[in-house]
């Protein structure tokens, strides 16, 4: 079984990254709340979730991130998701979560910034 979740947050030049590992369940509800709180206080800029190290996200944990979403957009922040498995990236684009969060390498030079994977 995987890890509970861990998010530690990082300051970058445009905003804040959400370091993500282990899995987003009902358990990572405080770990996502206090990671977004904490991104909240670097300034006004951008999120990055990043989900390299993420085993494992239900739907409950897809649930915590469109409530982060729902913040950000309030908070007029842009979020970004990077490094999601291709796996990942097809449930984001089924449940249409992709309609509010870019996905790195999906953008108009086609960059990834995350798994490497093509589409």
Not at 22 to 45: K, L, N, V
Not at 60 to 79: F, K, M, Q, S, Y
């Amino acid at each position: 079984m995987s890890s509970p979740l861990e998010a530690s947050v990082q300051p970058e030049a445009s905003g804040a990254r959400i370091v993500l590992s282990g899995r987003i369940d009902r358990d990572g509800d405080d770990a996502m709340a206090g990671a977004y709180a904490a991104a909240r206080t670097m300034g006004s800029g951008s999120i990055v979730l990043d989900f390299a190290a993420t085993d494992y996200i239900n739907s409950t944990g897809i649930a915590l991130i469109v409530r982060l979403l729902a913040e950000a957009r309030r908070d007029g922040r842009p979020v970004r998701a990077s490094g999601l498995s291709e796996h990942y990236r097809e449930i984001f684009r089924i449940t249409r979560l992709s309609d509010f969060i870019a996905l790195d390498g999906d953008g108009p030079s086609g960059d990834s910034h995350d798994d490497g994977g093509s589409r």
